[in-house]
């Protein structure tokens, strides 16, 4: 493969941040990692706006990591906008979060996340899911033929 496949991880949080890239390096999970500190900046980058302007909006991450409690605009109102938009709404979403609220997960996939996954509290754990989620989403799962190298839609 020519160019490396993008996770982008959307997290506030910076020790969540931090834990999370130290799992996926201890996961030998070496794409390239975007990280987007709340859901306007995340929406900029999927999008090709502000401060990602210059990116090629072609070029779509393999998978979005959501957290859902993000400052600007909430994880759910990316979602959203992700599924609402032809040029996204393929794009593989998994619900990365702290949350244990039931209607978090409903609406999670009322909006259309492909999964809802709990942060795991401990390191361990949180490796292994880290682990799993990277198998899974990056090397077993087959993506949508326009999903992360799409052309021109015009």
Same mark, same amino acid.
């Given at each position: ?6 996770? !982008? @991880? ?8 931090? !834990? ?29 706006? %502000? ?6 909006? =072609? =070029? ?5 990591? !959501? ?28 619900? @990365? ?8 997960? @409903?609406?999670?996939?009322?909006? %259309? ?19 799993? @989620? %990277? ?15 799409? %052309?021109?839609?015009?």
């Amino acid at each position: 493969m020519n160019r490396s496949r993008i996770i !982008l @991880l959307v997290e506030d949080n910076a020790d969540d941040i931090e !834990l999370t890239l130290r799992a996926f390096e201890k996961s030998n999970i070496v794409n390239d990692i975007i990280v987007a500190r709340d859901g306007e900046e995340a929406l900029d980058y999927l999008f090709a706006t %502000g401060s990602y302007a210059d990116r090629d909006p =072609r =070029r779509l991450p393999e998978v979005v990591l !959501l957290d859902l409690k993000l400052p600007k605009i909430d994880g759910l109102d990316v979602l959203r906008r992700i599924r609402t938009d032809e040029r996204t709404r393929r794009l593989p979403v998994v619900i @990365l979060t702290s949350s244990t609220e039931e209607q978090d997960v @409903l609406s999670s996939y009322d909006r %259309g996340a492909n999964s809802f996954v709990q942060k795991p509290v401990d390191f361990a754990e949180f490796l292994d899911a880290a682990r799993h @989620l %990277g198998l899974y989403w990056l090397v077993l799962n087959q993506t949508s033929p326009n999903g992360a190298e799409q %052309g021109d839609t015009k």
